[in-house]
């Protein structure tokens, strides 16, 4: 079992995506099929850029093992006040800031269903937003 | 399509990496990275006027190794050095979007959808 851990900051766009990309760099020095690799950063780097365009401050933990990878992705930050309304496709309450980064769609949350096994929310508004992702890795 | 050629079409700049022996198939255009990485296709040209570092990063999680800014749009020392660590191929040119898409597809690239 390996673990990696990652801060994120909320609001910082330039660093973007650098969790997603060291946790690819670990999958590929594993052996892990491309196309399943492609799946999991996907997911994990819409959850990555939703914590930087929506929450404060946010913590990834990735844990891999020869079965599984589970990526837990918990913020602190406004929170998602219906999770039904944020998991349709063209919903998304992004600033005007986020949408001049190339984001704000409101495809995220539904592509990550989309390339994982399994995926949690839970949220309290006003206090922040917990991201359970899981991928089998030895189906391929 | 090779690579080199299709930069040559484009009357495009190289800012990072190196064509060689590369073969693009199909082309997607969009300025929108949510929908980018909704894409699952191989040999995939992504044509975007959005020069960002999250533009490089978006082509790394998709697997996408070739990028044209349209439009004079200019890439950052930050993403060419990105570009160039995940050996992505980033070039640029002054025609539109429209217009880079038009000459493309007249010499073979195909759409994704
Ligand atoms: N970590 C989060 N904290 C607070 N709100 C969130 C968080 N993640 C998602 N949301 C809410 O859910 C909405 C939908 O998220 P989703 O990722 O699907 O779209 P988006 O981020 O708005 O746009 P895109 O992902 O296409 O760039 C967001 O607009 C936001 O309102
Ligand atoms: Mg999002």
Redesign the interface.
Known sequence: MMTLHFHIEGGN??N??FA??QV?KTLKQLNID?GLI?KI??AL??GE?NIVAHALKGEIVVEISPETITMILTDEGKGIDNIELAMKEGFSTASQKVRE????????LP?IK?NVDQLFIESTVGVGTKLTMIKQLDHA | MNLIELIELVNAKIVAGNPDHRIIEKAFCSDLMSDVLTIDTDQLLLITGMANVQTIRTAEMADIHAILLVRNKKASPDMIKLAKENNLVLFETSISMFHAAGKLYTAGLKPVY
Do not use: D, P
């Open positions: 766009f330039t973007a995506g997603s990309s690819k491309s492609k950063v996907i780097y819409e850029v980064m190339g984001f704000g769609a409101g495809m995220g592509n989309k």
